[in-house]
């Protein structure tokens, strides 16, 4: 190789690099096995409980132990609090005194989807169907045609709890939306993209035998029969179930280098799963206490009582003080101001095909690793929490010293449209936060794309992060 100029020793020292994070990979084995058992747990884990329940046990078999059976707490000692299982919170107690504050990731579990009607059934034509009402930010055309599965929780009146799973194994039916064949879809090809598909549209086609020649509604009779069988439930059950449709459609690797993963619910299930790996693996007792979100409903605002904007996350980390024997008044409120926290949920990633939407100077980008946004928000950074210019350097000493590939960027052009995580809502606490996840093609589609490269530096990033 020729000697470099003093033009380009310049460059390189001037410069922000920004580089395809695979060139300097040396051990592509590692990321390839880390991806592995991320895509097992995705096929494991599509919904809020089924998250929290696979994080449990993950949590369980590394030392982790309900925070309400220990009465005291001291450094090493490894808890967690599960939320109405739908939201968890997880703990390493540092070797510092938590009046010096703590390091939080927090991500979510929730995901976009099709949850069902609470009066879901019916019988039009001899088909029977299930209504629904979509969750979350979709395009409501994609989740016509593709196979779904049901996933969720049925409540009888008497508190018994029948849990509901079908459509992912082979054995399993699936289900579909039908959507009108292009033949005499003129009228329908006409609309705008975001009406093409109404939302009273998107109902589930569940059922064709009738029970018998005889009565009416005959195959809905069918069907709850079915069901009666099965699950011993009757239509009135329904009304105390939570039935949440998602693809039936297997996380997998993906391309010819076989470097991405596809998959749905990957935001935000990919910094989940980051987080909580790296929160198990690590190895020492850290300086600073580490505290791990697994927060619902951020898809929908947050709201709620699993929702980040609930108090269930002081109350943990007030238990946390309790039982460290150091708690007084407003000691939680002066421990969050001196806490920092990386927001860990997905950002939009460049896609090429769509490059118009995006500032390419200031875009994140498939296999560059973690994407920091400094800030999101909509138009004039409106609703967003703006980390503040001393902790965005923190965070990229801490990335840069453990050699962790990371990127800064935005969501898409300004004025293109926006978005927001659940950074405000801990900000609003006092404390320290910046967004800092992967980044996602096709977002809030029902197959998702993102680099395993990107995946691994999360974990990477994460663990460093705490064990600063
Ligand atoms: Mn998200
Ligand atoms: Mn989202």
């Not at 703590?102 to 979510?108: L, T």
């Not at 190895?283 to 206490?289: A, C, G, Q, V």
């Not at 100077?361 to 690793?369: E, T």
């Not at 974990?459 to 460093?464: E, I, L, Q, T, V």
Request: proline share 3%; glycine share 8%; net charge negative.
């Amino acid at each position: 190789m020729a000697e470099k100029t003093e033009v380009e020793m310049l460059k390189e020292k001037l410069f922000n690099k920004k580089e395809n994070g695979w060139n300097g990979v040396k051990n592509k084995e590692n990321i390839f096995d880390y991806a592995k058992g991320y895509i097992d747990f995705m096929n494991h884990s599509k919904t809020e409980r089924e998250i929290i329940k696979s994080s449990k046990k993950i949590a369980e078999s590394n030392g982790f132990k309900n925070i309400d059976e220990l009465d005291t707490l001291n450094a090493g000692d490894k808890v967690y609090y599960i939320n109405r299982n739908k939201s968890m919170y997880l703990a390493v107690i540092g070797k510092n005194s938590i009046e010096e504050g703590v390091n939080i990731i927090g991500a979510h579990a929730d995901s976009p989807r099709l949850d069902l009607k609470p009066n879901p059934l019916y019988e039009d034509n001899e088909l029977a169907y299930f209504k629904t009402h979509y969750y979350g930010g979709i395009k409501k055309y994609q989740w016509t045609t593709i196979p779904l599965s049901i996933h969720g929780v049925i409540v009888k009146k008497s508190g018994e709890k029948i849990e509901i799973n079908i459509g992912e194994s082979e054995e399993d039916p699936i289900f579909t939306i039908t959507d009108l064949l292009p033949h005499l879809a003129q009228d329908q090809m006409e609309k705008k993209l975001k009406n093409g598909i109404d939302g009273e549209d998107l109902n589930l086609l569940i059922g064709s035998i009738p029970y018998s020649a005889d009565v009416p509604e005959a195959v809905k009779l069918n069907v709850l029969d079915i069901l009666n069988k099965k699950y011993g439930i009757t239509e009135e059950d329904f009304l105390s179930s939570e039935l949440e449709l998602v693809p039936a459609m297997k996380c997998r690797s993906m391309g010819f280098d076989e470097s991405m993963v596809a998959g749905y619910g990957q935001d935000d299930k990919i910094c989940v799963y980051a987080e909580l790996t790296a929160l198990v693996d690590m190895k020492e007792i850290p300086n600073r206490t580490a505290v791990c979100i697994i927060a619902d409903k951020e898809e929908i605002g947050s709201m709620g009582n699993t929702g980040m904007e609930s108090d269930v996350f002081n109350m943990f980390m007030s238990e946390i003080l309790n039982k460290l024997g150091v708690n007084k008044p407003n000691l939680l409120e002066k421990v969050f101001c001196k806490s920092k926290m990386l927001s860990a949920d997905v950002d939009a990633c460049f896609d090429p095909i769509y490059a118009n939407v995006s500032d390419r100077i200031n875009a994140g980008y498939l296999g560059r690793g973690i994407s920091l946004n400094k800030y999101t928000g909509a138009r004039g950074k409106s609703g967003a929490s703006d980390a503040n210019a001393e902790f965005v350097a923190e965070v990229r000493n801490i990335f840069e010293t453990n050699d962790v590939r990371y990127q800064v960027a935005e969501l898409g052009k300004v004025d293109v449209g926006g978005g927001g995580t659940i950074a405000y809502i801990l900000a609003n606490k006092g404390i320290d936060v910046i967004d800092c996840g992967v980044p996602v093609l096709s977002m809030h589609a029902p197959y998702e794309v993102t680099s395993k490269f990107d995946l691994y530096e999360a974990y990477r990033g994460y663990g460093a992060f705490w064990r600063a």
